[in-house]
């Protein structure tokens, strides 16, 4: 492979109008959107709009003459479609952390014949956190049991009340059969929890085909929706009314403006949410939404493989020498869309990437991490990249006191 072939597989990319929608700094090769995604160029006008015009003129009217009330279920929505989930079973607001806790909340009361909550060594850690500090409170012997990704199935028995899962490992890129996984859940009377940060507008997610219980996400990695943007939330339709909100807000009640004292849960989706939602956050990522609309999931997938395929080829090819090791499995239909590459002196290798406009990000203790985010990565991108990563391996440009000395965010 080389570049000019690269250049014949951009110019025939039926993604490749996607990305005169974001803002991509010139002279940027951008591979952390599985982190942060890029900019949409139609975000800022609207949350111009939200503030300037909503917000400035309007005040408080906003909330019915420009639906903010109903924004958190209308992005909710949007983002079911992304992940094959019905209407009316995703709502968006909060956090992944105040998801997840309020999640384990609705679970556990659905399954009282079991104390375990699983999990693996390769889930977000801050998804582990909150598992337990939900463990400590509980006062029945509850326990978190973390075992290795690949140990999952094995330890799905009858002990198990809730599966915790991230299908995508974030720093690895491994996949869980999501399908397999609920399946056994399921057939030992557990329920599931699903977290598709890495998943969503990633790799094409069924949630009603492989018969997950309840799942969350961020929106702010390949959704685009901006930093610290709403995250979302899913219950199977099935199990909507039989929840009862560990953290039960007003937006969540039958009757929100009665302001009655005791609390009434609505029926549906909408009894998850908590509080009041922020509503210029939500706005910005309903437009971020938009370039989604006529995107096909199953040509995203296409590239995204693609994409990884690529890197993989060129960075083994080119920089073995140096002692990089893939991370996580070879095959692509059980990775998502980044490649993670166990790297010496790994940290100084992506600040010296960084400070060449290559974007990556580095996770302890030795992974540098790219991400491919197929409506905006090109395949020249991939190519320039490498091209970087050899020069800056070959040269121990890394090797700079500006470089190894450790910033808060890797």
Not at 47 to 65: A, H, M
Not at 70 to 82: D, F, M, S, T, W
Not at 197 to 208: E, K, L, T
Request: proline share 6%; with cysteine; net charge negative.
């Amino acid at each position: 492979m080389s570049r000019s072939d690269c250049e014949a597989l951009d110019r025939t990319d039926p993604l490749a109008g996607k990305r005169a929608a974001f803002s991509i700094p010139q002279g940027l090769i951008y591979l952390d959107g599985n982190s942060l995604g890029v900019l949409p160029r139609n975000v800022p006008e609207r949350v111009r709009d939200v503030v300037e015009r909503q917000w400035g003129r309007t005040l408080i009217r906003s909330w019915n003459e420009h639906g903010w009330f109903q924004l958190a279920a209308k992005v909710g929505e949007r983002i079911a479609k992304l992940i094959g989930a019905p209407p009316g079973s995703v709502i968006a607001g909060d956090t992944i952390s105040v998801n997840l806790f309020k999640l384990l909340g609705a679970a556990v009361p659905m399954n009282q014949g079991a104390r375990v909550i699983l999990s693996d060594s390769g889930n977000f850690p801050s998804d582990l956190y909150v598992a337990q500090g939900f463990r400590d409170l509980m006062d029945d012997g509850y326990e978190l049991k973390i075992v290795a990704p690949e140990e999952v199935m094995d330890a799905i028995n009858m002990d198990v009340a809730i599966t915790m899962l991230t299908e995508v490992d974030y720093k690895t890129a491994r996949r869980h059969d999501m399908k397999a996984v609920t399946e056994k859940a399921h057939s030992v009377g557990a329920l599931t929890i699903w977290d598709l940060a890495h998943s969503a507008g990633a790799i094409p997610v069924d949630i009603v085909d492989v018969g997950a219980d309840f799942a969350l996400g961020c929106t702010y990695k390949y959704l685009n929706g901006g930093p610290g943007a709403p995250a979302f939330l899913y219950v199977r339709p099935e199990l909507q009314d039989k929840v009862a909100p560990p953290l039960a807000g007003w937006w969540g009640h039958a009757d929100p403006f009665a302001f009655d004292l005791t609390y009434t849960p609505a029926s549906g989706i909408i009894r998850n949410q908590c509080g009041t939602q922020p509503i210029i956050s939500l706005a910005a990522l309903d437009a971020a939404l938009d370039v989604w609309d006529d995107a096909d999931m199953g040509v995203v997938r296409d590239k995204s493989k693609a994409l990884c395929q690529l890197f993989i080829d060129l960075v083994e090819e080119r920089c073995s020498a140096h002692g990089l090791e893939l991370a996580g499995p070879r095959g692509m239909e059980e990775r998502g869309s980044h490649v993670s590459f166990s790297c010496p002196e790994g940290y100084a290798v992506m600040q010296a990437l960084i400070a060449s406009n290559v974007v990556g990000d580095f996770r302890a203790p030795d992974v540098i991490r790219f991400g491919f985010t197929p409506l905006y990565t090109s395949y020249t991108d991939v190519w320039d990249a490498v091209d970087v990563l050899t020069r800056i391996l070959d040269t121990r440009e890394w090797d700079k006191p500006e470089f190894t000395a450790r910033k808060a965010v890797t």
